[in-house]
């Protein structure tokens, strides 16, 4: 087999970087080693920039997303049972940002693929990459019990934290910044009404606690937990309990529970790889970077690495300018270590982190500060401003024709 672009991983970000490839006619094939339903199982986040919201309208796969995506003009952070609000319109000039699932937008693009009849691989084992430092690359894996060798230009890394592609550069080459937080986040999606029209962040003395939401019936709370706990341990009662209690007074009166649908604990990590390109090799996504979930910069930040090489192998198909290939990985990581700072930032001063210290002060130092802060930036227009822009995402960034071309 061959193809110009191999992608590897059929989350959003590997089958919106194929439908827009395939839009300038630019053949690509995607590899994934979880089953379609599987991927479609995932419940991830729900918080679109409008950056997200254009390119995936540029995809032509926007039609159910302009129809039941909410458009958010702001939303609050509640602590000392009082509210701010961020009117992210009013303080951006206008920009805004969509509710509308991973989930759905995953089910959009699989859907258009399979109408486009783009070849996607599923179930796929033994996935490896080989000579990415070539003019010619190519992938290997296992599709029901024979050998494949898929021959291409260039590979597409989509596949995640735990994927091969970042594990295909060599430890010498690439340098990786971590820092892991002493919690992770218990949520609970819910067929019932959300608290609230907009999303409320909530810091607490018991914690931090998220009331989010997917669609006007359809709501997603979030409780920050040890990294201890297990979901399994948590029972629904228990759960709409504590978020009652973390929640403002007149926010949590107003709290309709109901079974849950799905409930889970993610792990919260700031992650970086860099460089995010080896040869013939890109890392897309969460191959290459990790956010905790506090700024909903995730999705969003994969989706400004598939603009990027999108636009990158466009000029390089329709212009044959191989050179501005070397753009990608700074580009990317521009807006990739600001999305970073921003949820690094958030989730310092809306979480308990008890007696860990941070940033070498002692839990209570560290806390005073970020109390501090907190009431800084919310306190005056000008703070909220920061926060709104940050909130809202900045511009892609053009790729520039190089020099020689």
């Known amino acids: 087999m061959r193809t110009q672009v191999a992608i590897i991983g059929a989350g959003p970000a590997g089958l919106l970087l194929g439908q827009l490839l395939a839009k300038q006619g630019i053949d690509n094939v995607i590899i994934e080693r979880a089953s379609g339903d599987y991927v479609l199982g995932r419940i991830r986040a ?15 796969v926007n039609e159910r997303m302009d ?20 009117d992210l319109a009013e303080l951006t000039g206008g920009d805004t940002v969509m509710v509308y699932g991973q989930t759905e937008v995953t089910r959009d693009l699989m859907q258009a693929r399979a109408a486009a009849g783009l070849t996607t691989h599923y179930e796929s084992s033994n996935v490896l990459l080989h000579d990415v430092k070539t003019d010619s690359p190519y992938v290997t894996f296992e599709q029901d019990g024979q050998l494949q060798r898929l021959d291409c230009d260039y590979i597409a890394g989509c596949d995640g934290f735990h994927g091969v592609s970042r594990q295909t550069i060599p430890l010498s080459v690439r340098t990786e910044y971590e820092r892991v937080y002493p919690f992770g986040w218990l949520g609970l999606l819910a067929d019932t009404p ?10 607490t003395d018991r914690g931090f606690a998220l009331a989010s939401m997917r669609s006007p019936t359809r709501s997603r709370y979030y409780l920050q937990v040890p990294l201890t706990d297990k979901a399994e341990n948590w029972s629904d009662d228990d ?5 009652k209690k973390r929640l403002p007074d007149d926010v949590s009166s107003q709290l309709v529970t109901g ?14 790889c860099e460089p995010m390109q080896y040869g013939q090799l890109f890392l897309v996504g969460d191959a290459a970077h990790i956010v905790p979930p506090t ?3 995730g999705l969003n930040l994969a989706a400004s ?6 636009k990158v192998l466009t000029r390089v198909y329709q212009h044959k300018d191989t050179a501005c290939i070397s753009q990608y990985s700074d580009i990317c990581l521009r807006r990739v270590w600001n999305g970073e700072r921003f949820s690094w930032w958030m989730t310092n001063m809306m979480h308990d982190f008890g007696d860990v210290s941070v940033n070498g002060a002692d839990a209570a130092t560290f806390e005073k500060f970020m109390s501090s802060e907190l009431n800084f930036y919310t306190g005056t227009e000008e703070g909220r401003r920061v926060i709104a822009m940050q909130y809202v995402g900045l511009p892609y960034e053009p790729i520039l024709p190089s020099e020689n071309h």
Not at 46 to 60: I, N
Not at 194 to 203: A, S, T
Request: charged share 25%.
């Open 194 to 203: 959300p608290v609230n029209h907009e999303l409320i962040y909530c810091k």
């Open 259 to 272: 079974p849950s649908i799905e409930k889970s604990i993610a792990p919260l990590r700031s992650f970086v």
């Open 305 to 310: 690495d598939v603009a990027t090489l999108y």
């Open 46 to 60: 729900g918080v679109l920039e409008q950056g997200m919201m254009d390119l995936l309208r540029e995809a032509g």
């Open 239 to 243: 759960f709409w309990e504590e978020l």
């Open 295 to 297: 700024g909903a910069k």
């Open 67 to 86: 129809k039941e995506g909410e458009i958010h003009s702001g939303f609050e952070l509640a602590f000392n049972n009082k509210r701010v609000h961020i």
